[in-house]
């Protein structure tokens, strides 16, 4: 019996999924099926239940609720809560889509989506940029390749948060080194981190020194996936190096750097750390992106701003989701599976 | 076959551009090569390299340049006997190691069938894991919060690892899908041959081989809870409840700066987990992209 199962979910891998062959047909399900699908599937659905119920119960619950707290007016005055051994109701009412059109017809929304959008561009340019220099300089041998490449992979090594205050160390206005450094030059001090211009230089400076040791890594191995006969025929043709750069190493990374890219917008975009340990969004809210926002609202200022705060993590949610649909999009026109 | 590599000269001469070889380098290409790795390397290395010397410093030295004027270890004594280093060192380990251990158990199986498997519903899940991945969290943290505050667990280690499984299950998912995906199917067949059910073949035979691929994605795991910064700050109060994310944050605030301290628990945290780290990274890259790249 066991092997007769087993069997047939090994054929079932190669058939058409079911569901593709009711998307094609567009009948109702001939009756058994249900039953059919279970004792073929069972294994499988099995097998994925627990991530299921999990993702379910601490993801799909929490998420309808941060929803319909959206519609709400809910802050900290008015949402369930027990003072003692007394339980205060929820008094927050239902405000339909009042929360949106705030965020979306007001300043504050628009102008830290703009410099969202600033600092994520500009973190996964330079980011993407500097990772592919360095993967392309190190796929080629040398002397003391190995040591150059841990040297570089550190940053990557050091958990996020120690790093980012290692840069505030570094950053420090009045003692910081690199202040020190620049008045041994004659510079007069910079506020690292106390001018709205120069704070942004700073954190853009940080998350990029955190982001290209992944990068590089990702890129080196896209690189030496590259079959060397590709690189062999264009020498036989005469290419140059830089020939050689744009037509078989940029092809040839395709695949590699359109998922690093695509995963270091989504981590940039959300960057929560860098931003919130290095300036806390300030000076002002000058360097405020949409996630550390949305944590105010709702950890930082008083009356804690619940519903505020879920409809931006909605509207944050919903950017991503429209990024990454378009992205695939763009790609799948260029042939790519996803 | 007459333009062969080593033909290289006669091509020189006739075109405009000298096409210089793959691997072939004249003395001043290798002196650029050798100063950008060497000042890239410098970038990478000085800022970590700092706050150890730094740590090894009497507090009075600790903003300025000098070096080695004198070298101490009183700020990591200081650390261990005056602060709540330890507490948070283990809160963070208690949290992070549950949180590891309860997300690879979970999404072990998971990971196997939807790298063997195709099934009704494979799609849909294969889209969840992923979107799940780029949920900000600002989009949960609120909800996750009320819901914590009245079921009493805010402010308790457990409340953080069930808040981190949101992060972690999709994750080694997605991660130990790649690494099954690895080995080949040729022994889930003979498996099957030799009469095991498919939770057999996934027990006996697959889970064994794939322990190094389990191995990185519980030790990646571990890392990002070891780091997480938002939930451990919103979620945690009172000094002995803290995470070490948490703790750092209490010794540089608006007001002031404790750097001694700072430093010392920086490198406590950082040397231990780059050293890992440095050895895991090699499979770490091929997991994430073997998982990411082929879908």
Redesign the interface.
């Known amino acids: 019996m066991a092997v007769h199962t087993s069997q047939s979910v090994v054929k079932a891998a190669g058939a058409e999924s079911a569901r593709g062959r009711s998307r094609g047909t567009g009948n109702p399900p001939p009756p058994g099926r249900l039953r059919r699908a279970l004792s073929t599937h069972w294994y499988a659905w099995t097998m994925v239940a627990p991530v299921v119920i999990v993702i379910g119960v601490i993801i799909g619950y929490p998420l309808v609720r941060g929803v319909y707290l959206s519609l709400t007016d809910a802050n900290e005055r008015n949402v369930a809560r027990s003072i003692g051994v007394n339980e205060m109701p929820a008094t927050y009412k239902f405000v339909g889509l009042d929360n949106y059109t705030e965020a979306l017809t007001g300043d504050q929304f628009l102008g830290t989506l703009g410099w969202t959008l600033v600092w994520t561009v500009s973190c996964v340019a330079i980011t993407f940029a500097l990772g592919l220099a360095l993967a392309n300089i190190l796929n080629r041998k040398f002397a003391g390749r190995s040591a150059y490449r841990m040297a570089l992979i550190l940053p990557w090594a050091i958990p996020g948060f120690v790093s980012v205050f290692a840069w505030r160390f570094l950053y420090n206005e009045d003692r910081g080194l690199l202040n020190r450094i620049l008045s041994g030059g004659g510079i007069d001090a910079v506020p690292w981190l106390d001018d709205p211009t120069w704070a942004k230089f700073s954190v853009i400076a940080v998350n990029v020194w955190l982001g290209v040791p992944f990068m590089m890594v990702a890129l080196l191995g896209g690189l030496q996936s590259i079959p060397s006969e590709h690189y062999e025929a264009a020498e036989m043709d005469g290419a140059t190096a830089w020939q050689r750069f744009r037509h078989v190493t940029m092809p040839g990374l395709r695949p590699v750097s359109t998922t690093v890219v695509l995963l270091s917008t989504i981590w940039t975009f959300n960057m929560f750390p860098v931003i919130f340990l290095l300036t806390r969004g300030g000076p002002g809210e000058a360097t405020q992106i949409l996630v550390t926002q949305a944590y105010k609202f709702s950890f930082e200022i008083s009356p804690r701003d619940f519903a505020q705060s879920s409809t931006w993590g909605v509207l944050i949610l919903v950017l991503l989701m429209v990024f990454a649909a378009i992205y695939r999009r763009v790609l799948r026109t260029q042939g790519d599976d996803w | 076959m007459t333009?062969?590599?080593t033909s290289t000269a006669r091509?020189s001469a006739s075109?405009p551009?000298?096409?210089?070889?793959?691997?072939e380098?004249s003395p001043l290409a290798?002196t650029a090569?050798?100063l950008?790795?060497i000042v890239?390397?410098v970038?990478?290395?000085f800022?970590?390299l700092?706050?150890l010397l730094?740590s090894l410093k009497p507090a009075k030295y600790a903003?300025?340049?000098d070096f080695f004027k004198e070298t101490t270890f009183e700020n990591y004594t200081n650390l261990i006997e005056n602060t709540k280093f330890l507490t948070w060192f283990g809160n963070s380990l208690i949290v992070a190691g549950l949180t590891t251990l309860a997300g690879v158990i979970?999404?072990a199986?998971?990971g196997?069938?939807?790298s063997?498997?195709?099934?009704?519903?494979?799609?849909g899940?294969m889209w969840?894991?992923l979107?799940?991945?780029?949920?900000?969290?600002?989009?949960?943290?609120?909800?996750?919060?009320?819901?914590m505050?009245?079921m009493g667990l805010l402010n308790k280690p457990s409340g953080l690892v069930?808040?981190y499984?949101?992060i972690s299950?999709?994750f080694c998912?997605w991660m130990m899908k790649g690494f099954f995906d690895t080995i080949p199917r040729e022994i889930?067949?003979s498996g099957?041959v030799d009469?095991?059910?498919?939770?057999?073949?996934?027990w006996r035979l697959i889970l064994p081989l794939a322990k190094p691929g389990i191995a990185v994605t519980a030790f990646y795991s571990f890392?990002t809870a070891?780091?997480e910064?938002?939930y451990a700050?919103?979620f945690l109060v009172g000094e002995d409840n803290l995470t070490?994310?948490g703790g750092?944050?209490l010794?540089?605030n608006?007001y002031g700066?404790q750097?001694g301290p700072?430093?010392a628990a920086?490198v406590l945290?950082?040397i231990p987990?780059?050293l890992v780290?440095?050895f895991a990274?090699k499979h770490l890259?091929?997991g994430?992209?073997a998982g990411?790249?082929k879908?």
């Open positions: 333009t062969a590599p091509h075109r551009a000298k096409v210089r070889l793959r691997g380098r290798s090569l050798h950008t790795l890239a390397s970038v990478a290395v800022p970590v700092w706050v730094t903003t300025t340049a979970i999404s199986s998971t196997y069938a939807v063997r498997f195709r099934f009704p519903g494979k799609r899940l969840t894991l979107i799940t991945q780029m949920f900000p969290v600002a989009v949960l943290i609120v909800p996750i919060y009320n819901i505050a009245s069930i808040t499984l949101t299950v999709p998912a889930d067949e099957q009469g095991l059910t498919p939770f057999g073949t996934f890392i070891w780091g910064v938002a700050s919103a070490l994310a750092l944050q010794f540089v608006q700066a750097w700072m430093t920086s945290i950082a987990a780059a780290f440095l990274q890259v091929t994430m992209s990411a790249v879908g």
